[in-house]
Structure formats: structure tokens, C-alpha cells
């Protein structure tokens, strides 16, 4: 389930701001620098607005099935969406997490298509393909190649009037499994049981939006075959469903198709959404919460009214504004000018009926988390009593159509055109909610916002203080699932499958091809390579500078380096101080991300192009004149190690953190976490910082790469306007030494990390490979690796999830760096079923690596799905700039991914086995574990293999 983030755990994010620099530059800074507020002027915000667009036909069958259709020929795909007016908050009492289970439940396949969901869809090449639950609604998504549209409105269509035969009672109790290990995964996070309480107290039973859309584990387990046959009867008919397809297809296509795959289904009953009142509470209240979070934490709660209310579009912009928008009133105080907090945050989420409000901030380690809160309440107060200024009105609802605009380039996915028409007509009754929420925010006038903040935030709010420390309370567990593999008739009477009504698979008759953008390249007037595509689905342009740097850069002793240096490009230039860099960046609706990798340190720019020039002289101002002030080093380092010390309470980073020494060395440049330690980021200082910039972010280090609608010229002679003079400092240009790597091990052992009070175990399985991803075989490798453990359908993950119900989900996969390729096994997985988990896992992988190879059934799959995606996969402007990095990074040619497919037909059983029988060895696996070890080491001793215990953050 991809439900709407905890707004709780959304306040633990650390923001990276800072305050207003002192002037001092670097030695070497001689670039040319733009007084501040001298930017070229951005395009009107009512122009901007008349760019976002989503024609469409609609229509409703005679069985009551509304159809959706929106034509855009960019690429021969097609995104297909169905949306279910039935969500968590129409649950009856003792029946939560239905609608999620169900979710589940139905993609375990049909009467016609009775395997696993996920064998039609890589049949088909699909991609972006999920289903998600919230409160309001069940949806399913899938983009497929063209040709294969009338296969995948079959599907929908079978599991929409033909599911019920296909469900067994093994189908049940193994979904039931893998949903609560989905909250088991959850809850075990770090501020994982924050929601809960959130919603609990906002909305106190009985209530329809009482309890969140996963569930208790009480009514998960008590789910019984009537209870799920009658909730399907009862929310999934065609009236009560809406088809949207987007893409290249016309209405007149899609009718044709929908009714015949559709149109026999019979009506269902309709679910009329659960009405439901905006609470308010009767006095403020207040909770404290302890969990494995580094610093503490103050957030504020109100109840808000829904999607369809007059003030949503206000209450937006001014959480934005409050705490969202990188220039936020509680960035500026609490987190640049007075320092008191790491991270702020503020939001509106809102659902159909019902929404949240919360504000929040992340106390710095230090300081007194009741000044924090007195000082957040404070400044509530002053900005519901003064209400914002039309700058930042303007500013909040430029960056947010500039960010609509962009997202609509995706047709489906999970926030794509498909996705925004059907929210709208489930959710609204009307596909054009958008286009009405963009009108309101045209006009929308600082009283407008200050009237709705009054109304709804000077109502007695929920202070929920989340401080370190251990879980107080007993966690509430599942009962045991039985097994699967009970031997016994009642269990192979449980799996049998009735066909209500034979339905034919279609054909699909042809392969759609990709196209990828021809690729150009030239070189700025200072020699700097570009490499230039042009896509004009949208008006927007995409730029990476791209530094041949990232984490490997680090010096052993001063892991970190790069990422604070990096935290700090946009903290502050020598004209301009970072508060004064995010309004303009907001004021131009443009992003630029500055962030690493492995092996490139990179400078992104999203911009609409009507406002290229400006937002280009902003991206050369925080490339070229850094100020690196003292005094904003000193609080991005706080924030780092913030950071760091949160990595060290959080599963997944506390198993990569144990691995990457031991597989690579700990003198590796790949052998450190890209984070740094606490003690290495202390000791860094501002000559370390200056001189990452002089050695590392250089013209003659860096490439530049280019996704547009506007033609090559027009791009190169921006670019030659900012950056043409940009000439590299005297100093050396930065060298990496990479020497010898850790051999690998000659045996496998296991280091347990003991996280106490923990739900669930982190398994993190890795070994380094002799694999080079420039070789021929490198496809063949991923392709051998797709069947163990690759994709959803992989021996891996069916075996845990689909099997044992386990875990929500397990992987296998390669951490492809420059220099080296490692293989990893992930899967988080149950406590009490931690050893029997590895155990298999050991199985699974040794039995592929020597006796059970790739099927022929497997290969057939695998290379038919990885050619029908191709296509899909390069639909955004931002997936073929990554692709272009890529084939820079491994030398490969502009068209690498046109010539994929043949050499994915190329592929045998034997040459996906020898690849990856070559790269691994199912006995030299180290294995991290992270969980309590009082739950799990008696079970992992029982492997046989040596076993290591540390303490968490040893």
C-alpha cells in the first residue's frame, strides 16, 4: 500500500537551509556574479497556467462504467487506470483493512487469468504498474505498449467481473500474511506508530476515518472468505468504478474495446462514500511518544476539511508558505536565523471528506525542545494574524503549476494524467478538478489565505512530541498465519478454482519499438562537453552539470565531505544568501538539486522554458560563487549529523552502514557510508569544503547534459551566456584511488546488529562481483538475476511473499558503481520467522547457482518484458537524462537502450546462467541482520554459520 505519508514522519525530514552568509568567498571564486534580484524576469503565472492541459472524452457504459479518455501520441504507449469508489473509510467496524487486503487479493489473479497478476503484466511490457488504497479509494494502474492495450482491458476487465472463483482460501491467509508484514515494515521505522496516533485522536470512533487503511492485525486475522466475497459483491461492480486511459489512443479506440471487454459485466450495488464531518476537538491535546529517532521532534495536528471544500486551494499555499516552500517562514526563523531546529515542516493533506494540518520542527541536538515549541507556536500565532504577502502567495502557486506541468510529461504512474483525471472524477465528481483548483489559485489573494488559516488553525490542535528513546507499550502482534504448505485435503481443497465464464486471452499481434531521442553533442566556449535530446511533450527544460566526483571522492579520513560540500552550493552565494536563493527559485517555478552518487556529484535544474534564461543565471550563481560561510557550515553539519545519528537507528541504513566495510574494505573509497560518522563530519573544516570545490566542481571535471523542447542552439547559447567563462582554478584536479578491495570471503557468516523491541528483522545479504558493467554480458547478468531475484516475480520474493507470507517483499539486485558491482539481497521480514527466512533465502540462491537454472518459462518472460518495456521506460524527460549519464559513464553508444532488444533475443538459458553463476557465489555471502537479538539469535545459530553480535550504532 503507498498510502499518504504520516505527516508526523514527514516532519522528521531534515531540511538543508541556512542563514544569511558573511560575505567571506573563496580564495579562488573570480566568476563573474549577478547582483541579487537582477535575474531576468519570470513568465507570468497566468501564462504558466493556460500551459496545463489534459483534453479528454468521456462516456459511460450502459452498466454504469465511467470511461476516461485523454489522446497524447509523444511515445506508442498507453496508461490505463481503474479507479474504485470504495477506500478504508467504508469499512464497517471489525472489518479495517478490508479494502487494502482486497487491494492485494486482486492481483492473485482471476477466474481467466488465475496466476499472478504480475505474469500478465510483464507478458504485456508494462510499466508503472501498482495498486494502491487510501481512505477514499482502491486504484490500479499500468502503462502498456499499444499493442498490448486490448490484453491489459482483458485483465482489468476479468479481475473487475470474474474475481470471485479465483479466490482460496490460501490466496486469503498468504495476503493476510504479506499485509501484516506491510505494517510490520511500517511500524518498524522510525516514528512508525506516529499516524495511528494522529488519526486516532482527530478522529475518534466512530468515525469514518478512525483508522488507517492498513488495519489493525485483530480484523486482519479474522477475515474469513464470506467477509471478503461479500466485500467484493459489494464495491467492485462497474458502477462503481471509473476506466481512465491516457495515451496513444483515441475514444473512439477505446470504446470500441472497453465495451467489449467491459460492457457484459452486470451491476453492482453502488457504494455511496461514507459521509463524514470535520471533528474538532474539545481542547488542545497533547501526547509524547518515544521511538529510534535521533533528535526530538514537536509537531501540531488540526483537522481539516476535504479535497472538495472552497479553502482547500487556500489552506495549501499557506502551509506552503508557513513551513513547505524552501523559503517557509519556519525555514527562515527556526532553521537559518535562530538555528534552533534541524528541519521543519508543514502540510495539508486532505483526502475526500476529512484532511490534516500539521506543522512541526525537528529540535536541534542541544537545544530545549520546549523552546522549540514555544517558539513554533509563536510564530503560528503571527502568521495567522498577519497573514502572508502576495510575493509569497505568487511565489507558493508558481512553484506548484511549475511542478504540475512537469509531472503531466508521465501519462501514467502514479501521479501522471491518468492518475489526475481519475482523482478528479472519483474524489470530485469532475475530471477537471485540477484545471478548477488552477483557476482558484490564479486569483488567490493573501486574505484569502490568512481567512482559511484563521478558520481552521486557531482550532484546538494535537501536540505530538516524538523524543529518542525505547517504544513504551506492548507491540500489538498478528496471530500465526497457518502455513501454506500444510499437506493436508482441507488445503488442496483451499486452492481450487472456479470459471464462472470462459474468456479468451487475446492476442497480442505486434512489439511496440523505442525510439530513443537522437542524442547531440557539442562543447561550450570553455570546452565543456554537452550532450543535447530534444523532448517537447512538455514546455520544459531539464539540465545536469555532472562533476566526475561523488562519495568516492572522499578521502578515507574524511568521509562526508562531498555531501556537505554539497549541502552547501545552494546555502549561499556571494550575492546571495540562501533565503534569497529559494525565492527565486520559487518566483521562477524552477528546481535545482544538487546531490551525489557513488561516483558523479551532479547540479540539476527542472525549469519551464519560458523561464530558462533566469533560472540558468541562478543555477551559475550556486555552481560558480559558493560562500561557504562559517557560520552556515556549522549548521548544515548539524543537520549531517543529525542525519547521520537517525541512519543509526534506521534498519535499512543500519544494515547498508554494516556492509559496505566489509564487501568493499574499509579503506575503499566505496567503503564508507556516503553520510560520513560523526566524528569524521566534526573534524571537517572550511579549507576540506573549499577545496572539494576547487579540485572537484570544475569545468574540465564536469559534462554537461541537456533534455528540452527548445532546439540545441538555442540551449548551447544560454549556456555559453552563464557558463562560457568559466575557466578551472590552478589547483590539481581531484584523483581517486581505489587500490585493492577486501577479497571476498571464503565462507558465509552473518553479523547480527541488535535493534531491540523491533517487529521485524532487516536481512541484508551482499557479496562484491567481478562483474564490469561496460561488458556485453553485464545485460546478461541482470537478466540471469531477474529471475532469482530481480522483480516481483522472481523465485526470491514468490517464495517469501507469495509463498511463506513472510514479508511484504524481498530482492535481489546489483549496486552498480564505476569500479565495482556488488550483488545485494534485501528482504525485511517477520521476527519469529527471521532464521526460517535466511534459511531459504541461502536455499533459493544456491539451488539457482547450481542445479535450477533459468527456466525456459523464465526466460521467455523476462526477455519478453524487458522488450515491451523499453518503450515505457523512457517516457520522461528525466529517464532519458539519466540514460544519456549513463551511456557517458560506461562509454556506451547514443543508442545503447535502441539496441537492447535484439540483444535481449539473443538471450539463452545458458548465457543468463553463466552470467550469473560467473558473478556470484551462493557461498560467500556476509549477511547483515538487523532486529532484536533476543528474538533472533537463537534461530540464526541454528544455520550453522558464524555469527556476530553488535549493538546497534556500535
Request: glycine letters at 8%; hydrophobic letters at 40%.
Amino acid at each position: 500500500m503507498k498510502s499518504v505519508l504520516a505527516a508526523g514522519v514527514a516532519s522528521l525530514v531534515l531540511a538543508a537551509c541556512t542563514t544569511t552568509p558573511n560575505g567571506q568567498s573563496m580564495a579562488n571564486a573570480s566568476a563573474p556574479v549577478a547582483e541579487a534580484g537582477t535575474l531576468d524576469e519570470p513568465a507570468a503565472l497566468a501564462t504558466l497556467i493556460d500551459e496545463v492541459q489534459i483534453p479528454y472524452e468521456k462516456f459511460t457504459l450502459d452498466n454504469g462504467l465511467d470511461v476516461i479518455v485523454h489522446t497524447d501520441k509523444k511515445a506508442p504507449i498507453v496508461a490505463l487506470a481503474v479507479w474504485y469508489n470504495v477506500g478504508s473509510k467504508d469499512e464497517p467496524k471489525g472489518q479495517t483493512g478490508f479494502a487494502h487486503l482486497f487491494e492485494h487479493l486482486m492481483f492473485n489473479g482471476s477466474e481467466n487469468a488465475p496466476e499472478d497478476y504480475f505474469q500478465y503484466l510483464q507478458e504485456m511490457g508494462a510499466t508503472d504498474y501498482n495498486g494502491t488504497t487510501n481512505f477514499d479509494r482502491t486504484n490500479y494502474f499500468q502503462t502498456v505498449p499499444k499493442p498490448a492495450l486490448e490484453r491489459a482491458l482483458w485483465l482489468e476487465s476479468d479481475r473487475m467481473g470474474y474475481l470471485l472463483g479465483a479466490i482460496t482460501q490460501e490466496k486469503l491467509d498468504n495476503q493476510r500474511g504479506v499485509v501484516q508484514n506491510e505494517k510490520r515494515q511500517g511500524d518498524n521505522q522510525p516514528g512508525g506508530l506516529v499516524f495511528y496516533e494522529i488519526v486516532k485522536t482527530l478522529f475518534p470512533a466512530p468515525h469514518p476515518y478512525d483508522h488507517t487503511p492498513i488495519g489493525s492485525m485483530a480484523d486482519l486475522d479474522q477475515a474469513s472468505m464470506a467477509d471478503v466475497q461479500n466485500w467484493f459483491r459489494d464495491n467492485y461492480g462497474p458502477n462503481n468504478a471509473t476506466v481512465v486511459l491516457a495515451g496513444d489512443v483515441t475514444a473512439a479506440e477505446a470504446r470500441t474495446l472497453v465495451e467489449k471487454y467491459f460492457g457484459p459485466i452486470s451491476r453492482g450495488p453502488v457504494n455511496d462514500p461514507a459521509q463524514a464531518n470535520v471533528p474538532e476537538l474539545a481542547q488542545d491535546v497533547r501526547t509524547v511518544m518515544k521511538d529510534q529517532v535521533a533528535a526530538t521532534n514537536i509537531s501540531k495536528y488540526w483537522s481539516a476539511p476535504g479535497i472538495t471544500d472552497r479553502e482547500l486551494t487556500a489552506l495549501t499555499v499557506g502551509t506552503q508558505i508557513l513551513g513547505g516552500l524552501s523559503s517557509s517562514r519556519l525555514d527562515k526563523t527556526l532553521v537559518r536565523d535562530e538555528q534552533l531546529a534541524v528541519g521543519v515542516s508543514a502540510g495539508n493533506y486532505s483526502w475526500q471528506r476529512v484532511g490534516v494540518l500539521n506543522v512541526g520542527a525537528t529540535a536541534r541536538p542541544g537545544v530545549d525542545p520546549a523552546v522549540v515549541e514555544a517558539r513554533l507556536n509563536e510564530l503560528v500565532a503571527q502568521f495567522i494574524a498577519e497573514g502572508p504577502t502576495e510575493d509569497e502567495v505568487r511565489r507558493a502557486a508558481t512553484s506548484t503549476v511549475s511542478q504540475t506541468i512537469r509531472g503531466l510529461e508521465q501519462v501514467g504512474g502514479f501521479g501522471g494524467k491518468a492518475v489526475t483525471l481519475a482523482s478528479g472524477e472519483v474524489l470530485a465528481a469532475d475530471p477537471d478538478f485540477y484545471a478548477r483548483q488552477l483557476e482558484i489559485l490564479a486569483t488567490l489573494t493573501p486574505g484569502e489565505v490568512q481567512s482559511a488559516m484563521q478558520r481552521w488553525m486557531t482550532r484546538p490542535a494535537l501536540t505530538l512530541v516524538l523524543e529518542p528513546g525505547e517504544r513504551e507499550g506492548e507491540y500489538e502482534e498478528a496471530a500465526s498465519v497457518a502455513s501454506a504448505t500444510a499437506a493436508t485435503d482441507e488445503a488442496a481443497g483451499a486452492s481450487e478454482i472456479t470459471v464462472t465464464k470462459e474468456r479468451p486471452k487475446p492476442p497480442i499481434a505486434t512489439t511496440a519499438t523505442l525510439d530513443f531521442p537522437d542524442v547531440q553533442h557539442t562543447r561550450l566556449a570553455n570546452g565543456m562537453e554537452l550532450h543535447y535530446a530534444m523532448r517537447d511533450a512538455v514546455p520544459a527544460t531539464y539540465i545536469t552539470m555532472s562533476f566526475d566526483a561523488g562519495t568516492a571522492s572522499d578521502p578515507v579520513d574524511k568521509r562526508g565531505l562531498e555531501a556537505l560540500a554539497l549541502g552547501l552550493f545552494d546555502e549561499g552565494t556571494t550575492t546571495m544568501d540562501s533565503q534569497e536563493i529559494a525565492e527565486a527559485s520559487e518566483r521562477l517555478g524552477a528546481s535545482i538539486s544538487v546531490g551525489g552518487g557513488f561516483d558523479r556529484s551532479s547540479f540539476t535544474l527542472s525549469t519551464l522554458s519560458a523561464n530558462l534564461t533566469p533560472s540558468l543565471e541562478l543555477m551559475s550563481d550556486i555552481v560558480r560563487n559558493p560562500a561557504f560561510a562559517p557560520a552556515e557550515i556549522e549548521r548544515v553539519r548539524a543537520q549531517q549529523i543529525t542525519g547521520i545519528e537517525q541512519e543509526l537507528r534506521t534498519p535499512q541504513s543500519i544494515a547498508a552502514r554494516t556492509l559496505a566495510p566489509i564487501i568493499y574494505g574499509e579503506d575503499s573509497p566505496y567503503g564508507g557510508a556516503d553520510s560520513g560518522t560523526v566524528a569524521s563530519v566534526t573534524a571537517l573544516t572550511r579549507d576540506d569544503i573549499t577545496g572539494f570545490k576547487d579540485r572537484w566542481i570544475r569545468p574540465d571535471n564536469g559534462q554537461i547534459f541537456v533534455v528540452s523542447d527548445r532546439p540545441m542552439g538555442e540551449i548551447t547559447a544560454a549556456l555559453n551566456k552563464v557558463f562560457g567563462d568559466w575557466q578551472a582554478p590552478t589547483v590539481a584536479k581531484g584523483t581517486k584511488s581505489f587500490g585493492d578491495m577486501a577479497a571476498v570471503p571464503e565462507k558465509a557468516r552473518i553479523v547480527l546488529v541488535n535493534r531491540p523491541n523491533s517487529p521485524q528483522s532487516f536481512i541484508l545479504g551482499g557479496q562484491r562481483t567481478p562483474v564490469d558493467a561496460r561488458d556485453e554480458t553485464y545485460v546478461d547478468f541482470l537478466n540471469g538475476n531477474n529471475a532469482l531475484g530481480g522483480n516481483f516475480l522472481a523465485r526470491l520474493n514468490m517464495n517469501l511473499r507469495e509463498t511463506k507470507g513472510w514479508s511484504y517483499g524481498v530482492s535481489g539486485f546489483p549496486q552498480t558503481r564505476e569500479k565495482a558491482v556488488a550483488y545485494n539481497i534485501a528482504a525485511p521480514v517477520q521476527a519469529d520467522r527471521t532464521g526460517d527466512a535466511l534459511a531459504e533465502l541461502i536455499r533459493e540462491t544456491g539451488e539457482f547457482l547450481d542445479t535450477r537454472g533459468v527456466s525456459e518459462a523464465e526466460l521467455d518472460r523476462i526477455v519478453t518484458a524487458e522488450i515491451g518495456e523499453l518503450p515505457g521506460q523512457f517516457e520522461t524527460s528525466g529517464a532519458v537524462l539519466g540514460a544519456m549519464q549513463n551511456n557517458a559513464m560506461y562509454g556506451r553508444p547514443d543508442n545503447y537502450y535502441e539496441l537492447l532488444a535484439d540483444r535481449y533475443r539473443s538471450q539463452t538459458r545458458s548465457s543468463l546462467d553463466e552470467a550469473v553463476r560467473a558473478a556470484i557465489d551462493a557461498n560467500r555471502f556476509v549477511w547483515v541482520v538487523v532486529g532484536d537479538a533476543t528474538v533472533v539469535e537463537p534461530q540464526l545459530e541454528k544455520l550453522g554459520l558464524d555469527v556476530e553480535v553488535v549493538q546497534m550504532g556500535q
